[in-house]
């Protein structure tokens, strides 16, 4: 089969990293860089991107889209897209719950075949390598299964129903992520009475805490913009689930309080500091 051309939106850190390694088996990863910030165009240029002035040519040149956008702008690019008639694979790989994937393959059953699909881990950089777990039509899986042989970004696929790639994604974001906030709550706790070492070196007698590591709390921090949102998602499957969602919901609302730390370089301190007074 011929090399795709490949669009990408958008390229933020995930995106750009994810789309560079498409560009290893294929003919060209498209993006749109018009309205798009400084920072997205020299990172696409980073990653060997090539860059298109509009939607409507990204769509018209690109025999598979992937969809990596904060989840609230999820279905409104897709809507997007489908307005202008798409007729290749479409992979919505945002962290947004099951629900919303299938509204979207339903925005988009016209035209295109949709792929659901979850990245889990960090982006493919610096010798990282996530899984995107993909679940949609067969044949179109094995097409971005294709994209992505031999590179930083492995795939796995859950099989033909949509919504189970992005089951799997905030299922295991609801740990992951939840888990780093409760870490957060504890150090800023125990810091107030004047004893987060000693937190810590309990902690430490156990392998498998996260409160061993309080060094991520800068780290959640700087991503909080990020994950706030994909867990407001998580809350949501929870609650459609018939789960309760209250504890996910409050994870987001902490998160929130470090919305102006996007990306930042914060210390430990910093980070408490600007939880404990917003």
């Not at 498409?22 to 990863?29: E, F, K, L, Q, R």
């Not at 994937?101 to 699909?117: F, Q």
């Not at 790639?165 to 150090?187: E, G, N, P």
């Amino acid at each position: 089969m011929d090399q795709p051309t490949v669009g990408i939106l958008h390229p933020g850190s995930m995106g750009a990293a994810v789309a560079a390694c498409a560009v290893t088996n294929a003919a060209a990863v498209l993006w749109c860089e018009t309205g798009r910030s400084t920072a997205s165009v020299e990172r696409a240029a980073r990653f060997g991107l090539t860059p298109v002035v509009t939607l409507a040519e990204l769509l018209d040149r690109s025999d598979i889209v992937i969809s990596l956008c904060p989840p609230a702008a999820a279905e409104d690019l897709a809507r997007d897209v489908a307005g202008h008639r798409f007729t290749g694979v479409y992979v919505e790989a945002n962290a947004i719950n099951p629900e919303r994937t299938k509204r979207i393959a339903a925005l988009l059953e016209h035209g295109a075949a949709v792929v659901d699909g979850g990245v889990v881990g960090s982006p493919p950089v610096g010798g990282k390598t996530p899984t995107l777990y993909l679940s949609g039509p067969a044949d179109a899986t094995e097409r971005i299964e294709a994209l992505f042989a031999g590179t930083a970004v492995r795939t796995a696929v859950l099989g033909t129903d949509v919504g189970k790639a992005s089951a799997l994604k905030l299922s295991y974001a609801s740990f992951q992520k939840t888990s780093r906030v409760l870490v957060a709550l504890a150090v800023g706790m125990a810091r107030e009475h004047g004893v987060d070492q000693e937190l810590i070196e309990v902690a430490s007698r156990r392998t498998d805490s996260y409160l061993s590591e309080p060094e991520y709390v800068a780290k959640t921090a700087a991503r909080a913009w990020r994950w706030g949102p994909e867990l407001e998602e998580a809350a949501d499957a929870l609650a459609a689930a018939g789960l309760p969602p209250e504890m996910l919901g409050a994870a987001a609302s902490t998160l929130a309080r470090w919305n102006d730390a996007k990306d930042s370089e914060l210390t430990l301190t910093d980070a408490l500091d600007r939880l404990a007074q917003p």
